[in-house]
């Protein structure tokens, strides 16, 4: 047969599968942590899905603690740290 069988074609898939989930599950906790409220943050066993959207971490982060300076000041060093 041209291909293999069905079986070994459904195996092959369903171990991709198995693989993206593990590569992938990182990339899907940071995502959701960051838009959780800090409630749910510190929620003993954590919740894998967001039950209170918001974005209030992020307003935190670029307003609040003014993330613009500190991101200048790593430009600055990085453009510095690339000339010399």
């Known amino acids: 047969m041209v291909g293999g069988s069905r079986w070994g074609s459904a195996w092959k898939y369903a171990v991709l ?3 993206l989930i593990v590569v992938l599950f990182p990339v899907y906790w940071l995502v959701t942590m960051s838009v959780k409220s800090a409630r749910e943050l510190s929620a003993r066993p954590p919740t894998l899905i967001v039950q209170n959207f918001t ?3 992020f307003y935190k982060i670029l307003v609040v603690q003014n993330f613009s300076q500190y991101a200048w ?3 600055q060093v990085a453009l510095v ?4």
Do not use: C, E, W
């Not at 740290?81 to 010399?84: D, E, F, K, Q, Y």
């Open 81 to 84: 740290a690339t000339l010399v």
């Open 73 to 75: 000041n790593s430009i």
């Open 17 to 19: 599968g198995l693989v």
């Open 55 to 57: 974005l209030d971490n």
